[in-house]
């Protein structure tokens, strides 16, 4: 993290700080990462609900390793693999001639 990247995900927590989803129709996946974002080492450990999201509709939930920054970069690749499971889970398959 640099001064750019803390700076814009500071705007981006406050422009979401009232949001309210809307129920969507499709399925809904979210991905969960089994720990939180490291803090300073004489911080207290954060509660689950203190760092997990929230998703209030329907969806189908999967907890896998790394924290809210690894699941898109040092573990993308098992992320990756989730996201494809479900998805496949979602196509009936193509009967071949």
């Known amino acids: 993290m640099d001064f750019y990247k803390i700076s814009a995900s500071s705007v981006y927590t406050e ?3 009232d949001w309210v989803p809307s129920p ?3 399925p809904t ?5 089994d720990r939180p974002v490291t803090g300073p080492e004489d911080m207290e450990p954060l509660k689950p609900e203190e760092w997990q999201a929230r998703w209030p509709f329907n969806h189908v939930e999967i907890t896998t390793a790394g924290d809210h920054f690894s699941l898109c970069i040092s573990e993308v690749q ?6 494809r499971t479900w998805l496949a889970g979602l196509v009936a398959p193509v009967d071949e001639e």
């Open 78 to 83: 098992t992320t990756a693999e989730v996201i």
């Open 24 to 26: 969507v129709m499709a």
């Open 29 to 33: 996946l979210m991905v969960r990462p």
């Open 15 to 17: 422009m979401m700080r």
